[in-house]
């Protein structure tokens, strides 16, 4: 069986469609089947609109499909990418995950694999209370946290996380982010072939 891989993201600015977006490259070249998407807007179109650069991004993934309990479904691996807001996920990808109660209620979400990326405005910004967050849903679903730790060098080259990749908002992407992030999705993807 195939790895089919659902990479759900959120992004108001473009950080963590970058990431999302650099993990999919990765997880195709590994083979997986992969399908990006975004986790549905939740703020007022009005309130989007009036901010440039929100309203901008918002047009750059015009073409991306908005993630749903179908992709849950169909996936047996997930890579979910957020930004912090006040040390936990944004609010976007919670309301999303707050769809999901019917396939969590079937066991629809139990034994897959979950990994987890973020960003904040500064290095401190809460990225690791925020992973830690998302995982506590995995657990909830009976999922399997699949974090990259420190098993390869590039963790420490950016910042030495090791629950996942966290990048500062408004950085350029590194080589070595690109690796870590690159890192984090083949060990996911090879974790979610050996359960399959």
Do not use: C
């Not at 309301?95 to 990326?117: E, Q, R, Y």
């Not at 999922?143 to 080259?157: L, M, R």
């Amino acid at each position: 069986m195939s790895v089919k891989l659902a990479i759900i993201y959120y992004s108001s600015y473009g950080t963590n469609h970058q990431m999302a977006s650099i993990a999919a490259e990765a997880a195709k070249a590994t083979g997986a089947e992969v399908r990006l998407l975004k986790a549905p807007e939740t703020a007022p179109a009005e309130v989007v609109a009036g901010v440039d650069a929100w309203k901008a991004q918002a047009e750059r993934m015009a073409d991306i499909p908005e993630a749903t309990v179908e992709d849950m479904e169909w996936a047996n691996a997930y890579l979910l990418s957020a930004p912090t807001r006040f040390g936990v996920v944004a609010s976007q990808m919670r309301a999303f995950i707050d769809t999901l109660g019917g396939i969590w209620g079937k066991g629809g979400l139990a034994n897959k694999p979950v990994s987890a990326m973020t960003s904040a405005q500064n290095t401190h910004g809460g990225q690791e209370t925020t992973l830690l967050s998302l995982y506590t849903t995995v657990m909830h679903w009976g999922g399997f946290v699949v974090a990259p730790g420190y098993t390869d060098e590039v963790i420490f080259k950016t910042g030495g996380n090791p629950y996942g990749y966290s990048h500062t908002a408004g950085e350029d992407f590194s080589d070595d982010a690109k690796t870590a992030i690159g890192h984090q999705v083949r060990r996911l993807v090879e974790i979610a072939g050996k359960l399959a």
